[in-house]
């Protein structure tokens, strides 16, 4: 079977069945021209939320599709390969989370939606790349500090204390994204010096050295919309994060040049996720090896922060 052949039954299959196909930019493209919404976490939680189908199939990591599951408790959340999650997430457990607040009393926990749902119920309010910045100024004004707990992405963390000013202690210091950190400063030094016109745009999952030779830093739905708005003598641009957005923007922008910024960056847990799976799930919706199901205890404590990080991104 050709992959045009699995991609127009995956087509039809969606019309035929109660279920909406979400996807985010880092799956494979193949899945992304088949989607019937892209985005990032922020922006498919949102989705998720507003979803008005039986099935959800999530096409993304473990935490992305808890993250769906703790907002529609009555709907069923497919994610396609058992096998896709996301390393960042399991740096930080519940348990660190309980002692790091009894080692600082009064401070907010932000968690980043990178996170497992049992974290999550711990926290305060989540944040996105996105709007991890905003959500930092805004907790700490509410709770009246100048410092919040912070995890697990080290890195985002450290972005957001550098734009916000308020402190952000890590939770582990050492977490982190084995794809952006992939990114060195002499990588970023030897890409911008063959394409010397480029723009360089950079996922704030990366090291500070990295971020601070970037034109611009922001998520994934932020670069993209970075890109669609340059102006037309814009159009080259060197990409610091996965692959898979490079693609969406190849295609999306064919009047734009991009360049990966380093070859390696590639998320092979997202990448769990074939187009193969995904017709299959369409195939057995019913299929509880797909399933992903919050327990209902703790998808009603992950819920608040979730939520509370949709009302303050909305302000
Ligand atoms: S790109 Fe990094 S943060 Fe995103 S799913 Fe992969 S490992 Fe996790």
Redesign the pocket.
């Known amino acids: 079977m050709t992959l045009k052949q699995i991609q127009e039954d995956i087509l039809k299959l969606k019309k035929q069945n109660d279920v909406i196909l979400l996807a985010h930019y880092?799956q494979p493209i193949e899945i992304q021209e088949v989607a019937d919404h892209l985005g990032d976490s922020l922006g498919l939680s949102r989705l998720a939320k507003e979803a008005n189908t039986e099935y959800i199939i999530f096409a993304?990591?473990d935490f992305m599709a808890e993250t769906a599951s703790i907002l529609n408790q009555d709907k069923r959340v497919l994610l396609p390969s058992s096998e896709a999650c996301?390393?960042?997430?399991a740096f930080l457990d519940e348990n660190m989370v309980k002692e790091f607040r009894l080692d600082n009393p009064g401070l907010p926990v932000v968690t980043y939606v990178?996170s497992t749902a049992a974290v999550k119920a711990e926290s305060d309010i989540c944040c996105t790349s996105s709007n991890a910045v905003q959500i930092v100024e805004k907790i700490s004004k509410e709770f009246n500090t100048n410092a919040v707990l912070f995890g697990p992405?080290a890195n985002l963390g450290d972005y957001a204390e550098e734009k916000s000013h308020i402190k952000c202690i890590k939770c582990p210091p050492q977490g982190h994204?084995?794809?952006?950190t992939l990114l060195t400063v002499e990588d970023v030094k030897k890409i911008r010096q063959e394409h010397s016109n480029a723009k360089f745009l950079v996922h704030p999952?990366c090291e500070r050295e990295v971020r601070h030779l970037a034109d611009f830093v922001g998520s994934t739905a932020q670069m993209y919309n970075k890109v669609k708005k340059s102006p037309s003598e814009e159009t080259q641009f060197i990409i610091g994060t996965?692959l898979g957005l490079l693609e969406r923007m190849a295609q999306d922008f064919p009047n734009k040049k991009f360049y990966l910024a380093k070859d390696k960056m590639i998320?092979y847990?997202?990448k769990k996720n074939t187009i193969e799976l995904t017709k299959y799930v369409l195939e057995h919706l019913d299929d509880p090896t797909f399933e992903v199901k919050v327990p209902s205890e703790i998808a009603k404590r992950a819920l608040n922060p979730i939520e509370k990080m949709l009302r303050f991104s909305k302000i």
């Open positions: 880092y993304g990591v996301c390393p960042m997430a990178n992405d994204c084995y794809v952006h999952e996965e998320c847990n997202m």
